[in-house]
């Protein structure tokens, strides 16, 4: 067996430390997780997570300042969608790079 290692500068553990943090919280990770099916506004967002509304925009404010998620207004309300970049990820729910890494979240296959 052939073992390959990549070598990670600090800058990049780093960087990989910080969204590791941002993705450790519960409510973030939900918010993702619905965003997952498509655009969202903010009380739909509160409605499924059952979360109070200064709640649900104060980490869409997180996740949208770590580029995790955009926005755009129709009117009044302002919608979220995941930060994709354009590309397909054949079947994968989020990617995440950080430099020279690329971190990958799909859903467990039926039977794992």
């Not at 780093?14 to 450790?24: A, K, V, Y």
């Not at 655009?39 to 949208?64: A, F, I, K, M």
């Not at 129709?74 to 690329?102: I, P």
Request: net charge positive; with cysteine.
């Amino acid at each position: 067996m052939h073992k390959t290692q990549a070598v990670i500068g600090a800058q990049d553990l780093e960087q990989l430390s910080g969204l590791f943090r941002l993705l450790s919280d519960k409510t973030r990770l939900g918010i993702l997780l619905c965003l997952t099916d498509g655009e969202r506004n903010v009380s739909s967002l509160c409605e499924q997570l059952g979360l109070p509304q200064p709640t649900v925009s104060h980490h869409l404010g997180l996740l949208r300042l770590n580029n995790i998620v955009g926005n755009r207004r129709h009117g009044k309300q302002v919608f979220y969608v995941l930060n994709r970049g354009g590309e397909s990820f054949d079947g994968m729910l989020m990617q995440f790079s950080v430099q020279n890494l690329l971190l990958q979240v799909r859903a467990k296959e039926q039977g794992q």
